[in-house]
């Protein structure tokens, strides 16, 4: 087996994703997991929110705004829009929550040799 070139891993549609029936809005959203630099930026977020705790007011909405998107992979809404978001049933931005966060930042365990194989 070959080494994967530069242009085959920029190429790979490696993002995650998971359609989710909301029967109180009355169908299906996608939740597809984070994209790396967005990864960072809301981990970046929650560093901040230590000095200034009100900072993560809103923390499920804000990630379920980044995580829903439509057929294509297009987010549904901007960051500007979790606080509309966070106005609906809390039940429902949880479940959405869980899986956007399932699918963003999954638990592994330490690689075992990390960097050792030949």
């Known amino acids: ?6 242009e085959e891993i920029l190429q790979a549609r490696d993002l995650a994703y ?7 809005w009355g169908g299906t959203v996608r ?6 630099y967005e990864r960072d930026e809301l981990e970046l977020e929650a560093l901040e929110a230590q ?3 009100t900072a993560v ?17 297009k987010r549904l809404f ?6 509309e978001l966070g106005k609906k049933h809390g039940a429902v ?12 930042m999954p638990q592994q ?10």
Not at 18 to 24: A, G, L, N, T
């Open 1 to 6: 087996m070959g080494y994967l070139t530069r």
């Open 31 to 36: 939740v597809r997991g984070l994209m790396a």
């Open 57 to 73: 007011r809103n923390v499920r909405a804000r990630l379920v705004a980044r995580c829903l998107v439509n057929a294509e992979g």
């Open 78 to 83: 901007t960051d500007a829009d979790a606080e």
């Open 18 to 24: 998971e359609d989710v029936e909301v029967p109180e």
């Open 109 to 118: 365990d330490e690689p075992k040799n990390f960097g050792t194989e030949r």
């Open 93 to 104: 931005i949880d479940r959405l929550f869980w899986v956007a966060q399932r699918l963003s």
């Open 51 to 53: 000095k200034k705790p």
